[in-house]
């Protein structure tokens, strides 16, 4: 319970690593807020497990890619609770297409939704935190190597890794740390739209040292960790969670 009485908002919390990651927060006591754009039915489920850790908790309906709809969200957490802790931007989209067949849509969406978010809600956030805040972020393999049909998303999750940089060094005289948590194949939903998807994780757990993949839960638990007092000393720092595949 190192986290009780702390306030977090899990952007994308409904399903997933957001999912996991807000559980566990509120396993560790903090009261969580997560958002939800689409499915209002997925954001009540998601609720009913937090409420299980005896936390306060609600959902906040908006669309995490438009900014006139992110304000609310921070005026929202402080009229509830008055303050605000821990930060986790988790939302990502984006379409799959090779570089040269990216138009402006397929570049604008995962940017604005992806890495301008991002940067909004540290704008929109950190007013409200004090001493010891955390704000943290969630990447993947692509922004630093090629995976086929990601251009535009890896590019916004390189983005995101910059921004991370940038804001811990801004952020760092408040004692807010940020830092990323980069995931490599991650056994979830949005992977299992793909018609190879079995194929794929066979792939890639015998590419990977530890034989397998990953779950959300796993990379959830990074997450808690850096949110945590424990992890005082770390900031601007992408962080990867992928058994080993990184390194073959």
Not at 53 to 71: F, K, M, S, T, W
Not at 154 to 164: R, Y
Request: charged share 20%.
């Amino acid at each position: 319970m190192e986290l009780k009485g702390k306030v977090a908002f899990v952007s994308g919390a409904t399903r997933g690593i957001g999912l996991a990651t807000a559980e566990r927060l509120a396993q560790m006591g903090a009261n969580v807020v997560i958002n939800f754009f689409k499915s209002r039915e997925s954001a009540n489920a998601a609720l009913e497990k937090l409420k299980t850790y005896g936390v306060e908790c609600y959902a906040h309906r908006a669309n995490i890619g438009n900014d006139e709809q992110l304000p609310g969200i921070f005026e929202g957490i402080k009229e509830r609770f008055g303050r605000l802790d821990i930060l986790v931007s988790n939302v990502s989209i984006g379409s799959y297409a090779d570089l040269l067949d990216v138009d402006n849509r397929s570049w604008e969406v995962p940017m604005n939704t992806n890495a301008r978010a991002f940067m909004k809600c540290i704008q929109l956030g950190t007013p409200l935190m004090h001493e010891g805040g955390r704000i943290l972020t969630l990447s993947s393999l692509g922004s630093t190597r090629y995976i086929p049909g990601y251009s535009a998303i890896g590019v916004s999750k390189a983005a995101i890794e910059s921004i991370v940089r940038y804001a811990a060094v801004e952020l760092a005289p408040k004692k807010i740390t940020v830092n990323c948590v980069s995931g490599g194949f991650i056994d979830t939903d949005a992977l299992k739209v793909f018609p190879n998807y079995e194929e794929m994780k066979k792939e890639v757990a015998r590419r990977t040292p530890c034989g397998r993949i990953g779950t959300p839960a796993e990379v959830a638990e990074v997450v808690a960790f850096l949110a945590s007092p424990r992890s005082s000393w770390i900031t601007g720092q992408t962080i990867i969670v992928d058994g080993g595949y990184s390194l073959m």
